[in-house]
């Protein structure tokens, strides 16, 4: 087990490089956690992070991999049809999850017939059945879920999941899914993790690339002036975190 609050930074010369160590990292948490507990609950992200995963569709990682025990959530997603071009779940489904043999009940999207309020109600509720049978484990630190692998990106602004610079969701720490309705991004209306959710995790990766995101990376892992805390520098989990830079990305630290 990671060691509490160990953070990992590693910068790569390529993003093809950067994306042969990230499915190296993923493929190995997969293993311990299979042979640990049976299962690996693994969170996705929008953004880039699903090409930057492509590595996991070729060899050796796509034959090696238990896929049948790998259980998909997402850390944010936003409230449209599953097939909208907005839709997280369409992106990992297109780039990832069509392309492997994880079980489709294993596949946990939300429920895109009901309003923001409704769908995060929803998956809380079908997150809190899913520790009570052991699919997800609970921490015992925080009384949050605990999931084994949470894979992040992060945008030039800062913001981690749904959860951006200034807005008060970002002090959430009772829900373990809200919603919201004035995303400064389109499209407005979103459900997300909330930071006890994203900050009880065993492993997290954040994956961030391009020289747009250069400030932000600065900002929590670099000597910045910016007295601000963005929410990309409150990612904090008990177990480790890893960083996974290009150099681009890594150009201000």
Same mark, same amino acid.
Not at 13 to 23: F, G, I, Y
Not at 49 to 72: A, G, Q, T, Y
Not at 121 to 141: G, M, Q, T
């Given at each position: 087990?990671?060691?509490?609050?160990?953070?990992?930074?590693? !910068?790569?010369?390529?993003?093809?490089?950067?994306? !042969?160590?990230?499915?190296?990292?993923?493929?190995?948490?997969?293993?311990?956690?299979?042979?640990? #507990?049976? *299962?690996?609950?693994? @969170?996705?992200?929008?953004?880039?992070?699903?090409?930057?995963?492509?590595?996991?569709?070729?060899?050796?990682?796509?034959?090696?991999?238990?896929?049948?025990?790998?259980?998909?959530?997402?850390?944010?997603?936003?409230?449209?049809?599953?097939?909208?071009?907005?839709?997280?779940?369409?992106?990992?489904?297109?780039?990832?999850?069509?392309?492997?043999?994880?079980?489709?009940?294993? @596949?946990?999207?939300?429920?895109?017939?009901?309003? =923001?309020?409704? *769908?995060?109600?929803?998956?809380?509720? #079908?997150? #809190?059945?899913?520790?009570?049978?052991? @699919?997800?484990?609970?921490? =015992? *630190?925080?009384?949050?879920?605990?999931?084994? $692998?949470?894979?992040?990106?992060?945008?030039?602004?800062?913001?981690?999941?749904? $959860?951006?610079?200034?807005?008060?969701? !970002?002090?959430?720490?009772?829900?373990?899914?809200?919603?919201?309705?004035?995303?400064?991004?389109?499209?407005?209306? #979103?459900?997300?993790?909330?930071?006890?959710?994203?900050?009880?995790?065993?492993?997290?990766?954040?994956? @961030?690339?391009?020289?747009?995101? *250069?400030? =932000? !990376?600065?900002?929590? $892992?670099?000597?910045?002036?910016?007295?601000?805390?963005?929410?990309?520098?409150?990612?904090?989990?008990?177990?480790?975190?890893?960083?996974?830079?290009?150099?681009?990305?890594?150009?201000?630290?």
């Amino acid at each position: 087990m990671a060691t509490k609050g160990e953070v990992k930074k590693e !910068v790569f010369e390529s993003e093809e490089d950067l994306a !042969v160590s990230l499915a190296k990292y993923t493929a190995q948490l997969s293993d311990k956690f299979c042979k640990e #507990r049976g *299962a690996f609950s693994v @969170v996705l992200s929008g953004g880039s992070l699903i090409n930057s995963l492509r590595k996991l569709m070729e060899p050796p990682f796509i034959d090696s991999i238990e896929w049948s025990k790998w259980h998909v959530f997402w850390l944010d997603e936003r409230v449209v049809p599953k097939d909208h071009e907005d839709s997280n779940y369409k992106l990992a489904y297109d780039g990832l999850l069509s392309k492997v043999p994880i079980l489709p009940g294993n @596949v946990y999207a939300i429920n895109d017939t009901l309003s =923001a309020e409704a *769908a995060a109600e929803d998956y809380e509720a #079908r997150l #809190r059945h899913l520790v009570k049978i052991n @699919v997800i484990n609970i921490s =015992a *630190a925080s009384g949050f879920p605990k999931f084994d $692998l949470q894979l992040l990106g992060m945008g030039p602004d800062g913001h981690v999941a749904s $959860l951006f610079p200034g807005h008060p969701l !970002v002090k959430e720490n009772e829900k373990w899914v809200t919603f919201i309705k004035d995303s400064p991004k389109p499209p407005p209306e #979103r459900i997300t993790f909330t930071f006890p959710v994203i900050n009880s995790s065993a492993y997290i990766a954040l994956v @961030v690339t391009g020289a747009a995101e *250069a400030g =932000a !990376v600065q900002n929590a $892992l670099g000597n910045s002036q910016n007295s601000e805390k963005l929410p990309v520098a409150m990612v904090s989990p008990e177990g480790e975190l890893a960083w996974f830079l290009d150099t681009a990305a890594a150009s201000k630290l």
